[in-house]
Nanobody, 127 residues
Framework: QVQLVESGGGLVQAGGSLRLSCAAS????????MGWFRQAPGKEREFVAA????????YYSDSVKGRFTISRDNAKNTVYLQMNSLKPEDTAVYYC????????????????????WGQGTQVTVSS
Protein backbone atom coordinates (compact mmCIF):
# COMPACT_ATOMS: atom_id res chain seq x y z
CA GLN A 1 0.00 0.00 0.00
CA VAL A 2 1.30 3.42 -0.96
CA GLN A 3 0.01 6.63 0.54
CA LEU A 4 0.45 9.96 -1.20
CA VAL A 5 -0.04 13.32 0.48
CA GLU A 6 0.05 16.53 -1.56
CA SER A 7 0.74 19.99 -0.19
CA GLY A 8 1.62 23.45 -1.42
CA GLY A 9 -1.57 24.51 -3.16
CA GLY A 10 -3.15 27.89 -2.65
CA LEU A 11 -4.28 31.15 -4.21
CA VAL A 12 -1.86 33.06 -6.41
CA GLN A 13 -2.10 35.87 -8.92
CA ALA A 14 -1.54 35.28 -12.60
CA GLY A 15 2.17 35.27 -13.37
CA GLY A 16 3.03 33.96 -9.93
CA SER A 17 4.56 30.68 -8.81
CA LEU A 18 3.75 27.77 -6.54
CA ARG A 19 5.56 24.58 -5.67
CA LEU A 20 3.54 21.46 -4.98
CA SER A 21 4.94 18.58 -3.00
CA CYS A 22 3.83 14.99 -2.79
CA ALA A 23 5.16 12.84 0.02
CA ALA A 24 4.94 9.10 -0.55
CA SER A 25 5.09 6.17 1.80
CA UNK A 26 6.61 2.86 0.83
CA UNK A 27 10.18 1.51 0.79
CA UNK A 28 10.63 1.45 -2.96
CA UNK A 29 9.66 4.99 -3.94
CA UNK A 30 12.61 5.22 -6.30
CA UNK A 31 11.06 2.46 -8.40
CA UNK A 32 7.77 4.29 -8.98
CA UNK A 33 6.94 6.45 -11.93
CA MET A 34 5.31 9.55 -10.44
CA GLY A 35 2.80 11.75 -12.16
CA TRP A 36 0.85 14.94 -11.60
CA PHE A 37 -2.66 15.34 -12.95
CA ARG A 38 -5.23 18.09 -12.53
CA GLN A 39 -8.98 18.44 -12.72
CA ALA A 40 -10.83 21.69 -13.18
CA PRO A 41 -14.56 22.03 -12.38
CA GLY A 42 -16.68 20.42 -15.06
CA LYS A 43 -13.67 18.98 -16.86
CA GLU A 44 -12.00 15.60 -17.02
CA ARG A 45 -8.79 14.87 -15.17
CA GLU A 46 -5.82 15.67 -17.38
CA PHE A 47 -2.15 14.80 -17.42
CA VAL A 48 0.27 17.51 -16.33
CA ALA A 49 3.70 15.94 -15.86
CA ALA A 50 5.51 12.73 -14.98
CA UNK A 51 8.95 11.59 -13.95
CA UNK A 52 10.23 8.08 -14.37
CA UNK A 53 12.36 6.00 -12.06
CA UNK A 54 16.10 5.55 -12.34
CA UNK A 55 16.69 7.68 -15.41
CA UNK A 56 14.42 10.40 -14.11
CA UNK A 57 13.05 11.21 -17.55
CA UNK A 58 10.38 13.86 -17.51
CA TYR A 59 7.24 14.35 -19.56
CA TYR A 60 4.91 17.33 -19.79
CA SER A 61 1.63 18.26 -21.34
CA ASP A 62 1.86 20.90 -24.04
CA SER A 63 -0.12 23.33 -21.91
CA VAL A 64 2.51 23.45 -19.15
CA LYS A 65 5.74 22.74 -20.99
CA GLY A 66 8.27 25.46 -20.33
CA ARG A 67 6.39 26.72 -17.26
CA PHE A 68 6.21 23.71 -14.95
CA THR A 69 9.04 21.47 -13.76
CA ILE A 70 8.62 18.06 -12.16
CA SER A 71 11.38 16.64 -10.00
CA ARG A 72 11.87 13.98 -7.38
CA ASP A 73 13.99 13.47 -4.30
CA ASN A 74 14.23 9.75 -3.71
CA ALA A 75 15.98 10.26 -0.37
CA LYS A 76 12.90 12.13 0.87
CA ASN A 77 10.29 10.01 -0.95
CA THR A 78 8.94 13.21 -2.44
CA VAL A 79 8.02 14.47 -5.88
CA TYR A 80 7.65 18.16 -6.65
CA LEU A 81 5.89 20.28 -9.22
CA GLN A 82 7.33 23.76 -9.61
CA MET A 83 4.77 25.94 -11.35
CA ASN A 84 5.86 29.27 -12.79
CA SER A 85 4.10 31.86 -14.92
CA LEU A 86 0.76 30.60 -13.68
CA LYS A 87 -2.36 31.38 -15.66
CA PRO A 88 -6.04 31.42 -14.62
CA GLU A 89 -6.57 28.32 -16.75
CA ASP A 90 -4.17 26.43 -14.46
CA THR A 91 -6.82 26.62 -11.74
CA ALA A 92 -7.68 23.06 -10.72
CA VAL A 93 -7.29 20.41 -8.07
CA TYR A 94 -3.87 18.87 -8.55
CA TYR A 95 -3.29 15.20 -7.81
CA CYS A 96 -0.10 13.22 -7.59
CA UNK A 97 -0.11 9.57 -8.57
CA UNK A 98 2.21 6.59 -8.40
CA UNK A 99 2.70 3.80 -10.89
CA UNK A 100 4.25 0.92 -8.99
CA UNK A 101 4.05 -1.69 -11.74
CA UNK A 102 6.76 -0.28 -14.04
CA UNK A 103 4.32 0.25 -16.86
CA UNK A 104 5.90 1.20 -20.16
CA UNK A 105 6.69 4.88 -20.42
CA UNK A 106 4.67 4.86 -23.60
CA UNK A 107 1.61 5.12 -21.36
CA UNK A 108 2.96 7.64 -18.84
CA UNK A 109 0.34 10.25 -19.78
CA UNK A 110 -2.59 7.90 -19.16
CA UNK A 111 -4.25 8.09 -15.75
CA UNK A 112 -5.28 4.45 -15.82
CA UNK A 113 -1.73 3.18 -15.37
CA UNK A 114 -1.37 4.84 -11.99
CA UNK A 115 -2.16 2.65 -9.02
CA UNK A 116 -2.26 5.13 -6.15
CA TRP A 117 -3.53 8.68 -5.90
CA GLY A 118 -3.31 11.46 -3.39
CA GLN A 119 -6.28 13.42 -2.09
CA GLY A 120 -5.51 16.47 -4.19
CA THR A 121 -4.56 20.06 -3.48
CA GLN A 122 -6.39 23.11 -4.78
CA VAL A 123 -4.56 25.63 -6.95
CA THR A 124 -6.40 28.84 -7.77
CA VAL A 125 -4.91 31.45 -10.07
CA SER A 126 -6.61 34.83 -10.09
CA SER A 127 -6.50 37.18 -13.08
Amino acid sequence: QVQLVESGGGLVQAGGSLRLSCAASGPTFSEYTMGWFRQAPGKEREFVAAVTTSAGRTYYSDSVKGRFTISRDNAKNTVYLQMNSLKPEDTAVYYCAADVDRTSIVYVRMSRIYDYWGQGTQVTVSS
